[in-house]
């Protein structure tokens, strides 16, 4: 099992920056994908971006230029940096880890976008 931890959410003025954070409790050469998905109120979840464990990123086409995926081995912990702010980026949003054919999710964090 991987147990996943995230934190970094809060309420920002659209322009502004955010960054997210999920640690997980492997390292993260054992996991296959880590990613990020958000769901807003009404909405299905959604892939905002993921990273494989040979480091090939894939981003969502919204947040293509404005967001940035990462890992640091060393923490077990991938990153979600967030540029350029939009109120429709408001969301909970998550970290995804894939282990050996399932999938592991995080509790979630909060971030919302001020118009």
């Known amino acids: 099992q991987v147990q996943l931890v995230e934190s970094g959410g809060g309420l920002v003025e659209a322009g502004g920056s955010l960054r997210l954070s999920c640690a997980a409790s492997r390292s993260l050469f054992s996991i296959n994908v880590m990613g990020w998905y958000r769901q807003a109120p009404g909405k299905q979840r959604e892939l905002v971006a993921d990273?494989?464990?040979?480091?090939?990123?894939n981003y969502a086409d919204s947040v293509k230029g404005r967001f940035t995926i990462s890992r640091d081995i060393a923490k077990n912990t991938v990153y979600l940096q967030m540029n350029s702010l939009k109120p429709e980026d408001t969301a909970v949003y998550y970290c995804?880890?894939?282990?050996?054919?399932?999938?592991?999710w995080g509790q979630g964090t909060q971030v919302t976008v001020s118009s």
């Open positions: 990273s494989t464990r040979g480091g090939t990123a």
């Open positions: 995804r880890g894939s282990y050996f054919g399932s999938d592991y």
